[in-house]
């Protein structure tokens, strides 16, 4: 099954790409490896989860979170892609950002609601290496952010 036709039989909205608030690209691409700039958990313009994990939300909220911070990166990765996410061979690496509070010990737990999801929707091209940190502050106020980079066929 295609990437494009998996997405559609898991019945997976993506929100459209985010803009960069700053000075950079949403994604940028060097000969077969795309990289794509970290997103936060907006959906569509609007931070879905402002606050710090382990003071204002747990670990099941924060993946919730983790997960929406997914949806950008595919929703930017099939913009680069031309609209298209069968070009996509693989996922290579994912970083994450957990804005909690420095007592917070569960930051890998969080970030697997985006993991989880490049694994559901890419099947074995969707296992990748990974950096989770916790971090005192994230754009927007937003408790998870998320960068990945992906190889293209």
Known sequence: MSFDARLEAL????PRMPMPIANFVPYRR?????FLAGQVCE????VQYVGRVGVDYGVAE???AARVCGLNLIAALKVACGGTLDRVAGCLRLGGFVNCSPDFGEIPQVI???SD???ELFGAQGAHARTAVGVAALPRGAAV???AIFTLA
């Open 11 to 14: 019945a997976i909205d993506l």
């Open 30 to 34: 060097c000969g077969n490896l795309l």
């Open 43 to 46: 959906w569509n313009g609007k």
């Open 62 to 64: 924060a993946q919730r």
């Open 112 to 114: 697997n609601g985006a």
């Open 117 to 119: 999801l490049m694994h």
């Open 145 to 147: 952010e998320v960068d």
